[in-house]
């Protein structure tokens, strides 16, 4: 199946930073030649232009973060309809509650991330929801101001790879909360394990459809340094692409978001450049 590509410019910041401008960052890197893949445009709806934080919620754009997440999910939602295979590009990581509003509920996420992302909006130090997507479509999060009510996604069925463990009181905060029903493997033990018997294992398991959610910070800032919020420790660009190569591959996925390019940090388009040949290396045939 051909990938759908869908932009999805969302930057949870509301002050317009370089995750915005990935999609045609990367789509003028090539990225849909690269993939030989359609392309069903951008949801203009999914951008935020408020970075006021708001005082009940905690949330950044709390009043237009819904909109946003609805016009998401339609799209997703229609495209997995026609038998698409979506491929997201973000943006950041708020894009991921709009997406799973779109999934079946026995859908597996498979999470890869730098971050946990389960903070909410009285313990984020941001008010950023890509710092509560996790948080949200598993239950935890403030879901007034993000879009769903209950929790969209079976924290059983989610597998969070590649993140790093606590370094600061916010995020030891983050670690406390995160739903003891979710499968972790932190980097270290990922790496411990073998990124590549860890992908296949995820692929041939499960007995119900997948989405696979790509935030771009996993990657060691010595390998990819434009993002906005660099960990290192991370996987490096051979270890991504021995995991996620037969996560894509799997027949049961039905589609893939991938995040937080910084383009701001990336003024020659050499680092776009090179997600362009990972992406392309992972997700084509």
């Known amino acids: 199946m051909r990938w759908m590509v869908v932009d999805a410019p969302l930057d949870s910041s509301g002050a317009g930073r370089g995750e915005e401008r990935a999609p045609a960052a990367l789509r003028r890197a090539g990225l849909l030649d690269a993939l030989s893949a359609e392309d069903d445009g951008q949801v203009d709806e999914a951008r935020l232009r408020n970075s006021t934080r708001d005082p009940a919620s905690g949330v950044i754009g709390a009043a237009d973060l819904p909109g946003a997440s609805g016009a998401i999910s339609a799209r997703v939602a229609a495209l997995i309809s026609d038998g698409h295979r979506?491929?997201?590009?973000?943006?950041?990581?708020?894009?991921?509650?709009?997406?799973?509003?779109?999934?079946?509920?026995?859908?597996?996420?498979?999470f890869v991330d730098a971050h946990p992302d389960f903070l909410d909006g009285a313990t984020s130090p941001t008010g950023e929801a890509a710092d509560m997507d996790l948080s949200v479509v598993t239950g935890h999060g403030p879901a007034a101001a993000v879009g769903p009510d209950d929790a969209l996604i079976d924290p059983n069925r989610v597998h969070l790879l590649g993140h790093r463990p606590p370094t600061d009181e916010s995020s030891r905060v983050e670690a406390a909360r995160i739903d003891p029903a979710i499968h972790q493997m932190p980097a270290v033990e990922l790496l411990r394990r073998g990124a590549g018997a860890v992908g296949a294992t995820l692929a041939a398991g499960g007995d119900g459809p997948a989405w696979l959610h790509l935030d771009l910070d996993v990657v060691d800032p010595r390998d990819l340094p434009a993002v906005t919020y660099?960990?290192?420790?991370?996987?490096?660009?051979?270890?991504?692409?021995?995991?996620?190569?037969?996560?894509?591959?799997?027949?049961?996925?039905?589609?893939?978001?991938?995040?937080?390019?910084?383009?701001?940090?990336?003024?020659?388009?050499?680092?776009?450049?090179?997600?362009?040949?990972?992406?392309?290396?992972?997700?084509?045939?």
């Open 230 to 285: 660099p960990e290192p420790d991370g996987l490096r660009w051979a270890d991504l692409i021995a995991l996620v190569t037969p996560l894509a591959r799997a027949d049961r996925l039905l589609g893939m978001s991938v995040t937080d390019l910084n383009t701001d940090e990336d003024p020659d388009g050499r680092q776009t450049r090179r997600v362009v040949e990972v992406l392309a290396q992972m997700l084509g045939r």
């Open 86 to 110: 979506p491929l997201v590009l973000g943006g950041d990581c708020a894009i991921l509650p709009g997406i799973c509003r779109a999934l079946p509920p026995t859908t597996e996420l498979w």
